[in-house]
Nanobody, 126 residues
């Protein structure tokens, strides 16, 4: 069974940084696609970033471009989301999703995924 577990969330001041981790089990990241989504209270779950290990393609939503970086550590079977220059509007529960065979087509469409982690809370506040 393919599973994903997020960690690394917390409370940070505006302008600060956090690194989220998404540890995969039951499958190897090679040949998979992994996305990061977030959901703020009262808002829809939105796609933040996606990485395809098959072709190395990476995507970001416009609001995080230049501030967030997605990466993969195949030895640890883990995907990371480095978040810099955090803003209060980045406050949300962050989820990772995806797995074997997920491609980058419509990567930000939440309903294409059926494998979600439990989420990790990120709060940006002074």
């Amino acid at each position: 069974q393919e599973q994903l577990v997020e960690s690394g969330g917390g409370l940070v001041q505006p302008g600060g940084s956090l690194r989220l981790s998404c540890a995969a089990s039951g499958f190897t990241l090679d040949g998979s696609g992994i996305g990061w989504f977030r959901q703020a209270p009262g808002k829809e779950r939105e796609g933040v970033s996606f990485i395809s290990t098959r072709d190395g393609r990476i995507f970001y939503t416009d609001s995080v471009k230049g501030r967030f970086t997605i990466s993969i550590d195949n030895a640890q079977n883990t995907v990371y989301l480095q978040m810099n220059s955090l803003k209060p509007e980045d406050t949300a529960v962050y989820y990772c999703t995806g797995g074997t065979g997920y491609g980058c087509h419509s990567w930000s469409f939440r309903y294409k995924y059926d494998n979600w982690g439990q989420g990790t809370q990120v709060t940006v506040s002074s």
